[in-house]
T-cell receptor, first 113, second 115 residues
Framework: NAGVTQTPKFRILKIGQSMTLQCTQD?????MYWYRQDPGMGLKLIYY???????DKGEVPNGYNVSRSTTEDFPLRLELAAPSQTSVYFC????????????FGPGTRLTVL | AQKVTQAQTEISVVEKEDVTLDCVYE???????LFWYKQPPSGELVFLIR??????QNEISGRYSWNFQKSTSSFNFTITASQVVDSAVYFC????????????FGTGTKLQVIP
């Protein structure tokens, strides 16, 4: 199993540009998450999904959109990038059981200039 | 509102010393979940443990142990006989729901283990 994969690893955007961060998991997990981590801080939840076709907002959803058309993929879309979106983005997945482990992707470091 | 406080910003220990990372939480719910995560210098995130509020038994996993005390709203993490590979930022987190949807993270404690 590859686990959770994210692309790209690094990206520099100009203000106002858009992009999609890709996240794929091959563990058939129902739950998937997008977090952002600002320097020196813990993670904040952007969006999450409890299964294909079902998504919901987390703590900091403004400026982002998601979709979940398949169990495997959970892309995060940034529209009109702003410097405040400079961060490291982590995707994670979890099967759904009471003691199940949450798995993280390697992260995408995004800089908006 | 839920809150997680990790008062120790940075800790340095010499290899083989024991070290305890503190975590204090606030929640109004009687059912909640506590977590610890590790973030090594390479930047990836590693899930360490999840504990629900009804299970106050201490957990031990190798050199790692966790002490959950509802009376003091604390969920402390101890590393016994620390090793250089334990150097990382450790995050404590809290969720008032069963999944990871509403998790609030602390600001992390940076642990440096000196050889």
């Amino acid at each position: 199993n590859a686990g959770v994969t994210q692309t790209p690893k690094f990206r520099i955007l100009k203000i106002g540009q858009s992009m999609t961060l890709q996240c794929t998991q091959d563990m058939n997990h129902n739950y998937m998450y997008w977090y952002r981590q600002d320097p020196g801080m813990g993670l904040k939840l952007i969006y999450y999904s409890v299964g294909a076709g079902i998504t919901d907002k987390g703590e900091v959803p403004n400026g982002y959109n998601v979709s979940r058309s398949t169990t495997e993929d959970f892309p995060l879309r940034l529209e009109l990038a702003a410097p405040s979106q400079t961060s490291v983005y982590f995707c994670a997945s979890y099967r759904g059981g009471a003691t199940d482990t949450q798995y993280f992707g390697p992260g995408t470091r995004l800089t908006v200039l | 509102a839920q809150k997680v406080t990790q008062a120790q910003t940075e800790i340095s220990v010499v290899e083989k010393e024991d070290v305890t990372l503190d975590c204090v939480y606030e929640t109004r719910d009687t059912t909640y979940y506590l977590f610890w995560y590790k973030q090594p210098p390479s930047g990836e995130l590693v899930f360490l443990i999840r504990r629900n509020s009804f299970d106050e038994q201490n957990e031990i996993s190798g050199r790692y142990s966790w002490n959950f005390q509802k009376s003091t709203s604390s969920f402390n993490f101890t590393i016994t006989a620390s090793q250089v590979v334990d150097s990382a930022v450790y995050f404590c987190a809290l969720s008032e729901e069963g999944g990871y949807q509403k998790v609030t993270f602390g600001t992390g404690t940076k642990l440096q283990v000196i050889p």
